[in-house]
């Protein structure tokens, strides 16, 4: 299965009878399923979610920091390489 074929989030179901097993799901089946999200489906998330919350908070256009002023589109490409591992 190609990467972008796989769902976004998996769930681990452990069943009460811990000598039964436990089993992977498209859907979450109970509050105690343990869920898995693709890591690179996490990233572009997060980067979407920084470029609206920064573009609609005007005072948010800029950010100055000790290296001086940062543009929202080098603070978001920064945070996926950090998120990346690079």
Do not use: Q
Not at 2 to 21: M, S
Not at 42 to 54: D, N, R, T
Not at 71 to 85: A, H
Request: aromatic content about 8%.
């Amino acid at each position: 299965m190609k990467a972008n074929e796989a769902p976004e989030n998996i769930y681990l179901h452990i069943r009460p009878n811990k000598e039964i097993g436990s089993t992977w799901h498209g859907n979450k089946i109970s509050d105690t399923d343990i869920e898995y999200t693709r890591t690179d489906v996490f990233i572009e998330k997060a980067c979407a979610w920084l470029k609206e919350s920064i573009t609609n908070n005007p005072e948010c256009n800029r950010i100055i920091s000790k290296k001086g002023v940062i543009t929202m589109g080098l603070l978001i490409e920064d945070f996926r390489k950090y998120m990346e591992g690079e």
